[in-house]
C-alpha cells in the first residue's frame, strides 16, 4: 500500500496536501493523525499538524479496516529517507537524531540545506532561509512546478525534485564528388555521450547546484557505411585510399578527408612561334655605368637580309587525358596552333618564316595570333614644318631636324626625332625616341594598341548588353502575345527598337561611340573586323534598315564581339616605349614604358602602360604608371600641386617628394605637406596608403 507523510497549519491543510500528493479522494485513503498544532506563543514554539494518510485497496475502501491492524501496517511500509524527500523534513519526534548526516547534531543543520544522493534537503529556522542557486544543466521542481529564478529560498514546507538531463550526439557524416569527378571527399563529426551527475553537497546556508559533466566520444561511423555510398557514387575500386578512410573511422575531431582521388589530366601547350633574332634592342635607350644615356646606342636596331629565316613555327603540343573517380576518361584542355599573320616582306615556307626583304622585323603577339612584318625606314634630313608637309609612313621615321608648330609625324613603326618637337603631334605604332625637348606636344607611342584596348573595352560591355537582350528576346518570342512566324516574316528590328527605348537605353550611345572612334582611328587598325563590327552594330541598333534581323544573326554578332574582346585584353608583346630628356605643357601616351632621361617634365600629363620613370623633377601635371613609378623629385617649395598615380598593386618610389605631392594608389588619395625622403609608398589591406 502506497502511504505519505504530511504536514500543514493545521489538521485539514496537512490533509489535502497528502490527497493532492497521493492523487486520491479522502474516502480512499485511512488517515492518521501523528502531531496536532499548536500555535506557540507570539509564534515561538509553534508547531505544524502532521497527518500520515495510507491509500488503501479497492476492496479495502469499500468495508472499514481494523484501526490497529492499519496503523501497524503503515508503520511497518514507512521508509523515513522518502518522507525527508517528500516533504523536506523529519517529524520531530522521539527519533529527531535520524535527521542528521553522518553524526552532525540536529543544530548544525538548522538554516542550511544540502545535497545527498541526489536529492535536495534543507531546514530552516525562524531568523534564517537557506537559499540555492541553480546552475547550468540541473532543473529544480518545487512541488511539481520548475523554479525558473537563479537564486530561490527553500523550506520544509515545499517538495523539491531535482533533475539533470545526460546529452546524446549522433555522429554525423557525409560523402560527395567534386564537379570534375576527381575527388571524394568524406566529412565526419563523431558523435558523443556526456552524462551530468550532481555530487552530495555539504550542509550550508547558500548552495550552488553545480553538475559534474563525463563526455565520452562515439565515432559510430562504420566501414561497411563508407563503402556502400561509395558504390552508389559508382567509384572504382582502383583510386579509392583506404589509408584515408581508417582516418576517418578513428576520428575523435570533425574533419574532412580525401577517400578517392583521381588521375587529373596534364595540360599541353599552344603553338608557338621560335625567334632566330634578338629583339630585345627595342626595349629602350642604353644607360652607361655613369648613369648617362647613350644615344647613339639607340640606332642598334635588329636588322635581316633577304632571304634570312626569322623565326620557326611550332604546333601545338597536345596535354594527357585523365581518369575520373568513376572510371572514365578525362580529356585534357584543347591547344590551338599559331594564327600567324605574315606582313610585309614576309613569307612562310613550311614551318619556317623567311624575310623576302631588307630591313627591321617587327613581330607582335597577342594571345594566339602573331603578326610578322618587315618595317621599311622614312629617313627626313630636314626640319618638318610647311615646307615639308605633314609626314605619315607605314614604317620607322627619322628626323634630323625639328618637329615645328602644327605639324603631325605618323608611323606604323618607330619614330626618332633628334631635336625639338613644339606645339607638334608624334603618333607612332611602336617606339617614339626624342634627343631634344618637347614643348606643347601631343605624343602618342603604340597608338594601335591604345585604340584596341579602347574599343574592346567598349566591346566588352556592348557584348553583356545583348546577350541580356538575347535572353529578353527568347523569353518575349515563346510568350502566346507574340508569334514566331510574325518574327520570321518581318524580322526583330520593331522589337528591338522597343527594347532600346524601354530596357536597353545605354546602348545606343555606346555603339555611336565605338563606330566613331573605328572612324578616327581606321589608319592604325589592321584587322577589318574592327570595322565590320562597326557596321553590324549600326545596322542593328542605329539605322532604320528594312534588311530583316533574325536572332540567329545577333547571337553570331554577339559570339563575334566576344572573341574580339578576349583579343583585346590579351597582352602585347613586345610593347612600345617612350623616351625623351624633358617636356612643357606636354600629353605623353604610351602603351609600354616612360622614360624621362634629362631634367623633367613641368605642367605634363604622362600616362605609361609600363613603367615610369624620371631621372629629374616633375611639377604640376599628372603623371601615371601601370606597373610602378619611380621619380628622383616631385612637386615644389610653393606647393604647386602635382599628382603621381598607379593601380592599387603597384608601388611610388620618390627621392625627394616636396610640398603639394599627391600621391593617388588606385582609388585612395594621400597629399604630402612636408618635404620626405626616400619615399616608397604603397596601399595596405585596409586600403590605405602607407609608407615602407
Given at each position: 500500500m502506497q502511504s505519505i507523510v504530511a504536514k500543514g497549519k493545521d489538521i485539514n491543510e496537512a490533509i489535502e496536501l497528502g490527497l493532492k500528493l497521493l492523487g486520491t479522494e479522502k474516502e480512499k485513503v485511512s488517515i492518521e493523525i501523528i502531531q496536532t498544532e499548536t500555535k506557540g506563543f507570539l509564534g515561538i514554539g509553534a508547531k505544524p499538524a502532521i497527518v500520515k494518510?495510507?491509500?488503501l485497496e479497492a476492496a479495502e475502501a469499500q468495508q472499514a479496516p481494523d484501526k490497529n491492524d492499519v496503523i501497524e501496517q503503515a508503520v511497518s511500509e514507512i521508509n523515513m529517507e522518502e518522507v525527508a524527500v517528500l516533504s523536506g523534513f523529519l517529524p520531530e519526534r522521539e527519533h529527531e537524531g535520524e535527521h542528521q548526516i553522518g553524526t552532525?547534531?540536529?543544530?548544525?543543520?538548522?538554516?542550511?540545506?544540502?545535497?545527498?544522493?541526489g536529492a535536495l534537503f534543507c531546514k530552516t529556522s525562524p531568523t534564517h532561509f537557506p537559499t540555492v542557486t541553480i546552475g547550468e544543466g540541473v532543473k529544480l521542481y518545487r512541488n511539481h512546478e520548475l523554479v525558473k529564478e537563479k537564486t530561490t529560498i527553500v523550506t520544509e514546507n515545499d517538495v523539491y525534485e531535482i533533475k539533470v538531463e545526460n546529452e546524446k550526439k549522433d555522429t554525423k557524416w557525409k560523402v560527395w564528388m567534386d564537379e570534375k569527378k576527381l575527388k571524394v571527399f568524406l566529412y565526419v563529426e563523431p558523435g558523443y555521450k556526456i552524462t551530468r551527475k550532481l555530487p552530495d553537497i555539504e550542509p550550508s546556508q547558500h548552495i550552488?547546484?553545480?553538475?559534474?559533466?563525463?563526455?565520452?566520444?562515439?565515432?559510430?561511423?562504420?566501414?561497411a557505411d563508407v563503402m556502400q555510398k561509395l558504390e552508389s557514387l559508382q567509384?572504382?575500386?582502383?583510386?579509392?585510399?583506404?589509408?584515408?578512410?581508417?582516418?576517418?573511422?578513428?576520428?575523435?575531431?570533425?574533419?574532412?578527408?580525401?577517400?578517392?582521388?583521381g588521375v587529373s589530366?596534364?595540360?599541353?601547350?599552344?603553338?608557338?612561334?621560335?625567334?632566330?633574332?634578338?629583339?630585345r634592342s627595342q626595349s629602350g635607350p642604353t644607360v652607361n655605368e655613369d648613369g648617362k644615356v647613350d644615344y647613339r646606342e639607340i640606332r642598334k636596331i635588329p636588322s635581316v637580309e633577304r632571304g634570312q629565316v626569322i623565326a620557326t613555327v611550332h604546333p601545338p603540343v597536345p596535354g594527357l587525358p585523365g581518369v575520373t573517380v568513376t572510371n572514365e576518361p578525362l580529356p585534357a584542355k584543347q591547344t590551338y596552333p599559331v594564327v600567324l599573320q605574315a606582313g610585309r616582306g614576309i613569307i612562310t615556307v613550311g614551318d619556317k618564316i623567311v624575310a623576302t626583304e631588307s630591313g627591321r622585323p617587327q613581330v607582335e603577339q597577342r594571345g594566339k595570333l602573331v603578326?610578322?612584318?618587315?618595317?621599311?625606314?622614312?629617313?627626313?634630313?630636314?626640319n618638318v614644318d610647311l615646307s615639308s608637309g605633314n609626314i605619315r609612313f607605314a614604317g620607322d621615321v627619322e628626323i634630323y631636324g625639328d618637329v615645328e608648330k602644327n605639324m603631325v609625324v605618323e608611323a606604323e613603326g618607330d619614330i626618332i626625332v633628334h631635336k625639338t618637337v613644339n606645339m607638334a603631334s608624334l603618333v607612332a605604332s611602336g617606339a617614339i625616341v626624342v634627343h631634344s625637348n618637347v614643348v606643347s606636344s601631343e605624343i602618342s607611342a603604340g597608338k594601335n594598341n591604345m585604340l584596341v584596348a579602347e574599343l574592346g573595352h567598349l566591346l566588352g560591355i556592348m557584348q553583356q548588353n545583348i546577350e541580356k537582350m538575347i535572353g529578353v528576346i527568347r523569353q518575349l518570342?515563346?510568350?502566346?502575345?507574340?508569334?514566331?512566324?510574325?518574327f520570321s516574316r518581318g524580322g526583330l528590328q520593331p522589337l528591338i527598337r522597343i527594347l532600346l527605348e524601354k530596357k536597353f537605353q545605354s546602348l545606343p550611345p555606346l555603339v555611336k561611340k565605338y563606330v566613331e572612334i573605328v572612324r578616327k582611328g581606321e589608319n592604325y587598325l589592321e584587322d577589318d573586323i574592327w570595322r565590320e563590327i562597326a557596321v553590324s552594330l549600326t545596322k542593328v541598333f542605329l539605322s532604320l534598315t528594312n534588311e530583316v534581323i533574325s536572332l540567329d544573326w545577333i547571337i553570331q554578332l554577339s559570339r563575334k564581339m566576344k572573341e574580339l574582346h578576349e583579343i583585346s585584353v590579351s597582352p602585347v608583346k613586345p610593347d612600345s616605349y617612350v623616351s625623351l630628356p624633358s617636356a612643357l605643357n606636354s600629353r605623353i601616351y604610351c602603351s609600354g614604358d616612360v622614360f624621362v632621361t634629362g631634367q623633367g617634365c613641368i605642367n605634363t600629363k604622362i600616362h605609361a602602360g609600363g613603367m615610369l620613370k624620371i631621372n629629374g623633377?616633375?611639377?604640376?601635371?599628372?603623371?601615371?604608371?601601370?606597373?610602378?613609378?619611380?621619380?628622383?623629385?616631385t612637386g615644389s617649395e610653393r606647393g604647386t600641386p602635382t599628382v603621381i598615380a598607379v593601380p592599387h598593386d603597384q608601388k611610388i618610389r620618390i627621392n625627394k617628394a616636396m610640398e603639394g605631392t599627391i600621391l593617388k594608389i588606385g582609388n585612395v588619395k594621400h597629399a604630402l605637406k612636408e618635404t620626405r625622403y626616400y619615399v616608397v609608398a604603397c596601399i595596405d589591406k585596409d586600403e590605405r596608403i602607407v609608407f615602407e
Open positions: 494518510l495510507t491509500k552532525k547534531e540536529p543544530d548544525a543543520l538548522v538554516g542550511k540545506a544540502w545535497v545527498k544522493n550552488e547546484l553545480v553538475v559534474e559533466e563525463y563526455k565520452e566520444v562515439y565515432n559510430t561511423l562504420s566501414y567509384v572504382a575500386h582502383q583510386f579509392i585510399r583506404q589509408e584515408q578512410i581508417v582516418k576517418a573511422l578513428e576520428a575523435k575531431e570533425p574533419g574532412t578527408y580525401e577517400i578517392a582521388t589530366a596534364k595540360d599541353g601547350k599552344n603553338g608557338w612561334i621560335e625567334l632566330n633574332i634578338d629583339l603578326k610578322v612584318s618587315i618595317a621599311p625606314k622614312f629617313t627626313h634630313t630636314g518570342t515563346q510568350s502566346p502575345a507574340f508569334k514566331s512566324s510574325d623633377v616633375i611639377r604640376g601635371g599628372e603623371v601615371y604608371g601601370r606597373l610602378g613609378v619611380e621619380i628622383n623629385e
